[in-house]
């Protein structure tokens, strides 16, 4: 059980596009979903947390209005990397709380590279 | 701030070797203590966690022991198999179960070769 799904596994797109990823809880419903990214032989970095709606709770330093999140039901969040460009490439991964358990279980990543 | 170091990889080790890989912390409180194990095309699973000093973390025949003192959370294992092979992420957070924001190491690779 509490499996999270994420779509695309891998994206590849132009630079000035956007890309969705979707992140999905398969078997449970999900009040928070948390978005992560990581660079090559980096930490994975906590982006923003998402609550079932509401607004998404950003880090300093990560452009909301650039990775746009929609938590719209409790099952699927969705990360839109808009106007995208080469230094956005990155692996992300997003994880699902399963509440009231304090635990958060993860999607297997997606990759986006940017030409 | 809140920061994990852990050591670089690939470790490579052949089958029943022991197996350490060293992650300290920097935190304000008292965090609680995680590693994760990512297998290949798979999310993050929690392997094992530790919520106070001297706790001791224990799953699969990993263990690990929170140590205050030396701010120090390393993950040992007598006998590693082949399907140990992954990679493995040290992380701490404010919350006991790990639920709220973790803070992660950077990950290290584990090849175990026959």
């Known amino acids: 059980g509490a499996v999270v799904s994420q779509h695309p596994s891998r994206v590849i797109c132009k630079s000035g596009t956007s890309v969705k990823i979707e992140c999905r809880s398969l078997d449970f419903q999900a009040t928070t979903m948390f978005w992560y990214r990581q660079f090559p032989k980096q930490s994975l970095m906590l982006m923003a947390t998402s609550n079932e709606g509401s607004k998404a709770t950003y880090e300093q330093g990560v452009e909301k209005d650039k990775f746009l999140i929609n938590h719209a039901s409790l099952t699927l969040s969705t990360l839109t990397v808009t106007s995208a460009h080469p230094e956005d490439s990155s692996f992300y991964i997003c994880?699902?709380?399963?509440?009231?358990?304090?635990?958060?279980?993860f999607g297997p990543g997606t990759r986006l590279t940017v030409l | 701030g809140n920061s994990v170091t852990q050591m670089e990889g690939p470790v490579t080790l052949s089958e029943e070797a022991f197996l350490t890989i060293n992650c300290t912390y920097t935190a304000t409180g008292y965090p609680s203590l995680f590693w994760y194990v990512q297998y290949p095309g798979e999310g993050l699973q929690l392997l094992l966690k530790?919520?106070?000093?001297?706790d001791k973390g224990s799953n699969k025949g990993f263990e690990a022991t929170y140590r205050k003192e030396t701010t120090s959370f390393h993950l040992e294992k007598g006998s590693v198999q082949v399907s140990d092979s992954a990679v493995y992420f040290c992380a701490l957070s404010d919350s006991r179960g790990g639920g709220n924001k973790l803070t992660f190491g950077t990950g290290t690779q584990l090849k175990v070769e026959l």
């Open positions: 994880s699902a709380r399963l509440y009231p358990a304090d635990t958060q279980y």
């Open positions: 530790a919520t106070k000093a001297d």
